[in-house]
């Protein structure tokens, strides 16, 4: 049995996923699109490939199983279904979504965590005792609703619950936050020159000021970014809410991570300009493990989302000992708790304050979600069951 994976837009979450499953089946046929103008990419790919693919014996195009990666999204297509035919002017095809949903099952995005133990500083030492938990417990996963969905918390309260959190406990053997940190690539990249690409990222202070700290005074509040550079992530909220923490002479640093397409929005330029020495790292990062090293030494991770069907980026942070802060709205209200969920831009610049002024309240906090039920460890048995279940023949 051969199984045919088909992706429209091969780049970034996508092309993990992708390369993830081709790893792990045997006998993948893979046919995929430049991860190019994805909202192109939607609407023509299926035109594309009904003309490059060839017929087989092996795989049939009518689905068995229709699989989302979240209830959002499943949800979000199935009701949507019979707007989208409205705008058919002749022939429109009746109770699709009555005749799809029977077929329809989420199944989580699954992340294979990697070791991060060398990049983690001190304070994360809790936070990376909880991660290491991950591994290898593949029965605990769920593939709809996540335990804190039964009892959410209250998001009013979140300096007073943030501060009861016990500081981080000590360590047999506990790591500096020294240059003994810096990986060869990373420093690599640090050292760049002005001229670098974005793709390789600019380095703007000296990395040992910048996330060293010292004894004698705190480190500013390390605020992570790490999304696509498109308007659907929104990067104009999100830098409008910075400008006023400057504003509000607030100290802060940024990394702004992420893929850059042929397009890239012009609010981006104009930003690194305006934040000036508050940048920290501009620029996204080739290397996996430059990638989670800077992860490692954020304190806030960030989004800004107006389309978001998952979020596998905001996840990592997590992993890496990041406190999230998303929109209460798309997938985020199924994934995380109430209490990282923000309903305004207002909100979050509130939010965000707090934490500039109090960054110790952040480094102090243990996540209180669940990671368990996005990891490879979980969730492998389900997706090789779903890819190498014989094809049903009654259609």
Not at 20 to 33: F, K, M
């Amino acid at each position: 049995m051969s199984v045919l994976i088909i992706e429209a837009f091969y780049g970034g979450s996508h092309k993990q996923l992708v390369d993830l499953l081709q790893e792990d089946l045997e006998n993948c046929v893979l046919y995929t699109l430049p991860a190019k103008k994805w909202h192109w990419r939607a609407r023509t790919s299926a035109l594309y490939f009904s003309q490059n693919i060839p017929m087989s014996e092996h795989y049939s195009l009518v689905a068995d199983v229709v699989v989302f990666n979240s209830v959002f999204n499943m949800e979000s297509f199935l009701t949507n279904i019979g707007k989208f035919m409205k705008l058919i002017p002749d022939h429109r095809p009746k109770d699709l979504e009555s005749i799809i949903r029977p077929k329809c099952q989420v199944i989580y995005f699954p992340l294979r965590f990697p070791d991060v133990s060398r990049f983690m500083p001190k304070h994360k030492t809790r936070h990376l005792q909880k991660m290491l938990n991950l591994k290898g417990n593949g029965s605990a996963a769920s593939t709809v609703a996540l335990p804190f969905q039964r009892e959410q918390g209250s998001s009013e309260n979140l300096l007073k619950n943030s501060d009861i959190e016990p500081g981080p406990c000590d360590a047999a053997k506990e790591e500096n936050l020294g240059s003994s940190f810096m990986p060869e690539s990373y420093l690599k990249t640090c050292n760049s020159s002005k001229n670098s690409s974005s793709r390789h990222g600019e380095k703007e202070q000296n990395p040992y000021d910048s996330l060293s700290g010292g004894d004698d005074q705190p480190r500013p509040l390390h605020i992570v970014w790490p999304h696509r550079w498109e308007h659907d992530k929104d990067p104009e909220s999100f830098f409008k809410v910075l400008m006023h923490l400057k504003d509000l002479r607030l100290n802060f640093h940024v990394s702004v991570l992420g893929e850059t397409f042929t397009d890239v929005p012009d609010i981006f330029s104009e930003s690194k300009k305006a934040l000036g020495s508050s940048v920290l790292h501009w620029g996204y990062l080739p290397s996996r493990d430059d990638y989670f090293h800077v992860l490692c030494r954020a304190d806030v991770v960030v989004s800004t989302a107006k389309h978001e069907f998952f979020g596998v980026a905001m996840l990592e942070a997590v992993y890496c000992g990041c406190y999230p802060l998303c929109p209460k709205d798309l997938v985020y209200p199924e994934i995380f708790p109430a209490e990282y969920l923000y309903s305004t831009p207002e909100q979050l610049s509130k939010r965000l304050q707090n934490f500039c002024k109090r960054p110790d309240i952040v480094r102090k906090h243990l996540y209180k979600g669940e990671m368990t039920p996005f990891s490879w460890a979980a969730l492998h048995g389900k997706f090789r069951s779903l890819l190498t279940t014989e094809p049903r023949e009654d259609l």
